[in-house]
């Protein structure tokens, strides 16, 4: 670092205390354009991303007051942001409140109202916002850390939505390291983010470089071993086979060229054709054949970028599960194959283990031999090898490695607990452990310590992972990276991939940042050429705020909350299932398309909902004209497994009033008389065929439960697709509506499945006064049905369990004077089940 720079300059400002955050001239040019317009900062790893936050947020807090948000996508990073936050600002003692999951969702709401800065995971506040806890009407500013996660069905992008429409004063800032080099995934995160300005930096940058740290990179090639080599032969051929056979179905493939995302790519195009109703039987023959190519192009890739042991493990996880009753027949045919008993002979047999092994070995005990408190870490795409690097490192002398993976388990591989992961962090840092070999996991999302070294065992052909697996090195001194590829394989092609993306990706923001800043280019881009600049100090930038924008509003806001009038006014429906748009009237039953003759669909969406017509849906006066005045606010009861689903945010779109509860049947309760089980197309297959609870199960308790079941089935594939007959299927359809009287409706996705949901609770709750009830009205015809449902309501005893004791006491008054050791004389009532009955009948009456 620059001499000029080794005598720091530190913050200013009312909200941050004396001393404590470095004052960088980088970061006060990028701060004076993200004061007042919605931006996205890419700024490399441990630039100051956070520090660039902090300067946005305490200036919106002294010119607007209320409250910031900053989200950020784990816990662990909260955490970290937190005890920053904490550490560095003047504020009140429980001013910053941090909420994650670990937080009761009613202690969040009362520590929102105290809090003037809140650090949260994205899910926690939109499982907020859905329920109404609390609204963001006085934030002045929200920080979208790890921006780039801004696409498709995240958080990010409902609560951006949410803010825009909401807040007095709404700023964004977004902030990231590595956007993505696809310019339409660019687009996509500055359009959820509504960004109006574009601030790019890289470590090549005139005002950057007196405080980067040099990076080391080194490309080790490797050759592949013959016996190796052997064994790969023995799967290719394989492959080769698979690919003539495919070819002979009308799908060839370039057998020099297979890509991962060309197989991807057909995989899905085969899966989509099987959906037509007049789909050629060879396409079945065409799914199972792809499927064989899939696990035998995993089996090259293994032999070639990791190993005999990782392959080996593979080969005889497919060669137990062929012997197995529910093998598939994919599996059973390629453990049949000639070549694949060859291969697997040849893996157990062969006593050389791929030299990447080996290179590890090397470079792990020269780095700790050199500088001995080097701290190293290990990037491997797959558990089984962080298992086997781990192995081959404990036997070298100094060397303290541990594995690094990720919460989920698979097959006997257990998972880390965050608890565990925090716990091996901090080891790493406090020096127990000087090799930490981990997977993506490690990559984004905690506050791994900086390193000396960092180690790919392969390369990754994603510029967003190579560039935050770089980054773990060189934050506070020269860092060195080492990328071991073995040549003649994939690890080359990713190699190239992964570098040419990153190009692309400067490339691509760089035009962005022209795009969006216009004449505010030349303020982002220049550098440290005039020095006088060094002695502009971060009061400066704010006089310069306060004079240039004062207490103007983003022109931005007025255009969302204009488009949020437009989308309000698109999805009125009225009572006779009429749909409204300004753009164009149509019929409900054109919105939910069905087939003439459904093979599998007994209703259409509109048939099923004839009841809800008050009028003639072609007359005018059932289509509500935009200026309708407004009517009572619709409630619906959603069920906290719902929350991942994107209905509840179409939902709360459309104006209906949420709560979240654990629900013991149902998935919404739209009135007394009336709850909602959702499936979608693949929940459907899967609850018919088995698990823990099957689907008549969930119906028959929905039943029991509620006088309108419904059953909404999500989804435009066929619901043949899959391992039931049709007609097994059409019979359990015929037992659902006629047997257990639930109603089946139909909807292509989860817009639809909200739009459905609305029409319900407007039809139960305006036109027939209904209220919400969790538990149900439903009326029993009989007396014995009203004292079996009595007895069934409560947990844990269900309607066979109330059959049985009735049966047995002969009446409820007998059953609730019974002892628990007389209830557990009854064949199949276990003491859990007396106990929960004697609680619920000697408990007080408590609200």
Known sequence: MSEEFSNKQYIKHPLILENAVEQRLYQLNIVSGCTARNSLVVLPTSLGKTVVALLVMVMRLEKFGGKVLLLSPTKPLVEQHFDFFSRVMKLPEGSIKSFTGSVAPEKRSEMWSGASIIIATPQVIENDLINSRFSLKDVSCIVFDEAHRSVGNYAYTYIAEKYMAASDFPLILGITASPGSEKEKIDEVC????????????????????????????????????????????????????????????????????????????????????????????LYQAVSVMAEIMKIEHAVELIETQGTKALLAYLKKMDEEAGTSGASKAVKRLAADLYFRQALHLTEKCGVEHPKFYAVQRIVSEQLSLSPDSKVIIFTNFRETANIVKEALSEVPGVRPIRFVGQG???????????????????????????????????????????DMVLFYEPVPSEIRSIQ???????????????????????????????????????????????????????????????????????????????????????????????????????????????????????????????????????????????????????????????????????????????????????????????????????????????????????????????????????????????????????????????????SIRGALLSIEIDLNVSIFYTKNEEETALLLKMMAKKEQINEKKTVNP?????????????????????????????????????????????????????????????????????????
Not at 423 to 448: K, M, P, W, Y
Not at 812 to 823: G, K, Q, R, T
Request: proline content about 3%.
């Open 191 to 282: 359009g959820a983010l509504f960004i109006e300005n574009v601030v790019v930096k890289t470590e090549g940058d005139a005002d950057i470089k007196p405080y980067v740290h040099k990076k080391e990179i080194e490309w080790m090639s490797l050759e592949l071993p013959k016996e190796l080599a052997e064994i790969r032969e023995a799967l290719k051929k394989i492959l080769d086979e698979r690919l003539d056979k495919l070819a002979e179905f009308g799908y060839p493939l370039d057998k020099k060229f297979l890509a991962k995302r060309d197989l991807l790519a057909l995989q899905s195009q085969l899966t989509a054709a099987l959906r037509s109703e007049d789909a050629d039987p060879s």
């Open 409 to 451: 388990s698979r097959s006997k591989d257990k998972g880390l607990t965050q608890k565990q992961q925090t716990e091996i962090i901090e080891q790493f840092r406090a020096g127990e452990h000087n090799v930490l070999i981990a997977t993506s996991v490690a990559e984004e999302g905690l506050d791994i310590p900086s390193t």
């Open 469 to 727: 697996r770089k980054g773990r090195t060189g934050r506070f001194q020269t860092g060195r990276v080492i990328m071991l590829i073995t040549k003649g394989t994939r690890d080359e092609a990713y190699r190239w991939s992964s570098q040419n993306k990153e190009k692309r990706m400067l490339f691509e923001m760089k035009s962005l940042q022209k795009e969006y800043s216009g004449g505010q280019r030349d303020v982002f881009l220049k550098g440290t050429e005039n020095q006088n600049e060094n002695q502009k100090t971060f009061s400066d930038f704010e006089k310069e705020f306060k004079s240039k924008y004062g207490s103007q509003k983003s022109d931005i806001q007025d255009s969302i909350r204009k488009s949020d009038v437009q989308k309000s006014n698109a999805s009125k429906i009225s009572d006779s299932g009429t749909f409204s748009s300004p753009a164009d009237d149509f019929h409900i039953s054109e919105m939910i398309a069905v087939s003439a003759e459904p093979p599998l669909r007994s209703h259409a969406f509109s048939e099923n909902f004839a009841s809800c017509s008050d009028s003639n849906p072609d007359s005018d006066s059932a289509k509500i004209p935009e200026s309708k005045s407004l009517e009572p606010t619709l409630k619906i009861l959603a069920d906290t497994r719902e929350i991942k689903s994107g209905v509840l945010k179409y939902l709360d779109k459309y104006g209906i009033e949420l709560k979240t509860t654990k629900l013991d049947v149902a998935d919404y309760v739209v009135s007394d008389d009336m709850a909602v089980e959702r499936k979608t197309i693949a929940d459907f297959s899967s609850s018919l065929i088995g698990g823990k609870r099957s689907l008549f199960s969930q119906l028959i308790d929905l039943s029991r439960a509620y006088k309108k079941p419904i059953l909404i089935i999500e989804g435009d594939e066929d619901l043949a697709v899959g391992q039931m007959h049709e007609n």
């Open 775 to 847: 538990h149900g009205k439903k009326p029993a015809k009989t007396t014995h049905e009203q004292q079996e449902y009595i007895l069934s309501s409560i947990s844990g005893v269900g309607p066979h369990a109330a059959q049985i004791l009735l049966q047995e006491f002969g009446s409820l008054n007998h059953i609730f004077n019974a002892s628990e050791e007389e209830l557990c004389r009854v064949k199949g009532i276990g003491k859990v089940t007396a106990k929960r009955i004697r609680e619920v009948v000697e408990a007080e009456y408590k609200k």
